[in-house]
């Protein structure tokens, strides 16, 4: 009990040293309105830093990452076909198939790989 009560006094007083050491030595700055702005290449910005961007990139974006994923899941598949039974080896890879295909029908019914609307 000596030892685990040692062991958290040591761990908590190496912490709160640290802390203290990140205070101390932090460079306290004041922000003005020239720090705060958004800097590009030595230009005032042209347009507002905070512009939105489409919705229908970023859920393309999304899909091909999702995608992209099951590739990945995909590929170790066509090794486990030595080690397993093919019967099973095509029921699991033809139901992955399927979900992914109904996946993006369901996508493409519902009109999110439309670029423009």
Known sequence: ??????????????????????YVISKKS???REKSSP???????????R???SIQFFLIAVL????DIE???IMPMIITLKTSSVTSWVTASATFVTVLILGLYH???????EWAT
């Open 107 to 113: 996508e493409w019914h519902n009109g999110m790989l």
């Open 30 to 32: 004041t922000m003005d």
């Open 64 to 67: 091909f990452l999702i995608f």
């Open 1 to 22: 009990m000596l030892n685990v009560t040692c062991c958290a006094s040591m761990a908590i007083t190496v912490s709160l040293m640290l802390m203290l050491a990140c």
């Open 71 to 73: 590739i990945a899941i």
């Open 39 to 49: 800097f590009e290449c030595g230009f005032d910005p042209m347009g507002s830093p």
């Open 51 to 53: 512009a939105p961007f």
